[in-house]
């Protein structure tokens, strides 16, 4: 436990406006810091507090805006007293209520607000009403007629303001001819202020600024974890955008490759079958001549030798085809690899965000049950806080988006092959087979099992790519959205 000696004694001024208590604040602290009014209109406009020392005793003097009277909520009371709320849930020594001539009905209900609001019943035992611009401060008679008087007065009104203890003092404006007796004045009050408050060793924390100091933390807590959580989410829109954006010029290149491939293969399949004509005419020929040869010997060897060509040209026009057909899917297949693996990145990014947000459904139900929420204390806050919660985990903050990458390929190279070759040799033997052979190049030229590969994914990556751009465009609109959420969030601190 601090010894409350070696604490520092927080005092705190309170009262109408033009009672004094930046006047008393600076006879009390002996500076000129606190401005002393000379109208009620423009008096003190934000809370103030300065140290000092007397016979080793350390006191804060906490100069306030008129917060005596007037005052309608909790609200009112606390932006009054921003920025001391932190010193007073410290605990303070003393409440000094300053007044002058008569004590207003005003003034009392002021005063029993504050005491529901931030002290409690025990704040009268920490009161001292000063009557201030008291002339005859130093006739004691004097301050005790007075004292009896308003305590039969303020009794009528308020039992407990009637046993708080009153003192007297006066502080004139130091000014013209009266300087001099005002200096003088303003020393005799300080003597029996601090005579007075030297007795004030107890602290006094009021349960309300007690609880009022974990709500705040706790609040503060939140607003920290929102920015935190609300610069991530930034951070990570931000990486998806570019990504995504990325991704969509990626894949428009990819598709424009597909297409240039697939022409490619359409080209080799139409050159195949002109030349595979040629051949498997030359082979037919070759056949028949051979055959002829077996009742007429000297065609035996034209034919023999025209067979060969044929098949050798069938042959080599299938099999280098089938190399350039294979050349030009292997890229494809390059292609969909590298389409998949930005998938793959993308899908990681989201689900990074997805984390993120989900971050906020954490800190939400903190903020639905918190004492600052539900008291309204800072409505300006309260309302930016709800916003950005409501905007991030709204219905529309959908990071998803559908990749549609499309990894299934029917076509092999290795078939291919196997088929061209065992086609090879059967073509050799007397048949009709080159016919078929011919008709078959013929519709592959537009049927084969790589064409379509090629353009169901040339078909479905233009359409993945429509839902990729409409997602680009949304999450641009969105991260507009979390850009504002930051700037109001960043005014918060
Ligand atoms: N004669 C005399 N004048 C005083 C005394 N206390 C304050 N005044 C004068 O009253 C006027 C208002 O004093 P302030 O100290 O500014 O009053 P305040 O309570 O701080 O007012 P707000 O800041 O508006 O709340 C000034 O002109 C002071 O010089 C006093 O004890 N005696
Ligand atoms: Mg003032």
């Known amino acids: 436990m601090i010894n409350n000696k070696t604490k520092i004694r927080n005092i705190l001024l309170i009262g109408n406006a033009g009672k004094g208590k930046s006047t008393l604040a600076n006879v009390l602290t002996g500076t000129n810091e606190f401005e002393e009014s000379t109208d009620p209109i423009n008096g003190t406009s934000k809370t103030k507090a300065k140290e000092f020392e007397h016979e080793k005793i350390k006191y804060r003097i906490i100069d306030t805006v008129g917060i005596g009277i007037s005052i309608q909520s909790t609200e009112e009371i606390l932006n009054k007293l921003k920025g001391i709320t932190d010193i007073l849930s410290e605990g303070i020594n003393r409440i000094l209520f300053l007044t002058n001539g008569r004590f207003t009905k005003e003034e009392v209900e002021a ?14 035992d920490y009161t001292t009403i000063v009557f201030t611009n008291f002339a005859k401060f130093k006739d004691e008679k004097a301050c005790e007629k007075n004292r009896q008087g308003f305590q039969q007065e303020i009794g009528k009104i308020s039992m407990p303001l009637a046993s708080t203890a009153i003192i007297y003092v006066d502080n004139p404006p130091i000014i013209g001819f009266m300087e001099p007796v005002a200096r003088i004045s303003r020393e005799a009050s300080r003597e029996v202020l601090l005579n007075h408050l030297r007795t004030c060793q107890e602290v006094y924390q009021p349960e309300p600024l007690k609880k009022f100091r974990k709500m705040l933390d706790e609040f503060n807590s939140i607003i920290k974890d929102t920015i935190e959580a609300v610069e991530n989410v930034d951070l990570y829109y931000k990486t998806n955008i570019t990504y995504l954006g990325e991704f969509i010029t990626t894949r428009r290149v990819i598709i424009e490759n597909i297409e240039e491939r697939l022409e490619e293969v359409r080209k080799y399949m139409g050159n195949r079958f002109k030349s595979s004509v040629v051949s498997h005419s030359t082979l037919l020929i070759g056949k028949g001549l051979s055959i002829s040869g077996i ?9 023999l030798a025209l067979s060969t060509i044929g098949f050798v040209s069938a042959a080599t026009t299938d099999i ?20 998949k693996e930005k998938c793959e990145n993308l899908e990681i990014l989201q689900e990074e965000l997805r984390n993120l947000i989900n971050k906020f459904k954490d800190i939400r139900p903190r903020f639905v049950i918190s004492e600052y929420r539900k008291q309204n204390i800072d409505r300006n806050k309260i309302e930016v806080i709800e916003n950005v919660m409501n905007q991030i985990l709204g219905e529309e903050i959908e990071p998803d988006v559908d990749l549609n990458n499309n990894e299934k390929t029917k076509y092999s190279t290795s078939q291919e092959t196997v088929r061209a070759v065992v086609e090879g040799i059967c073509k050799l033997a007397p048949s009709p087979l080159s016919f078929y052979c011919m008709y078959r190049d013929h519709k592959e030229t537009k049927n084969r099992d790589s064409l379509s590969d090629m353009e169901t ?35 918060l601190t």
């Open 111 to 124: 005063f029993n607000l504050l005491r529901n609001v931030i002290f409690d019943d025990r704040v009268t």
């Open 295 to 303: 009742w007429f010997p000297p065609l035996m060897v034209p034919g």
């Open 320 to 339: 280098s085809a089938i190399l350039k057909e294979n050349e030009a899917y292997k890229s494809f297949e390059e292609s969909l690899a590298k389409d």
């Open 457 to 491: 994914t040339i078909k479905d990556f233009r359409e993945g790519l429509k839902v990729l751009e409409e997602k680009q465009q949304q999450l641009n609109e969105l991260y507009e959205t979390i850009k504002r959420c930051k700037e109001k969030i960043a005014k």
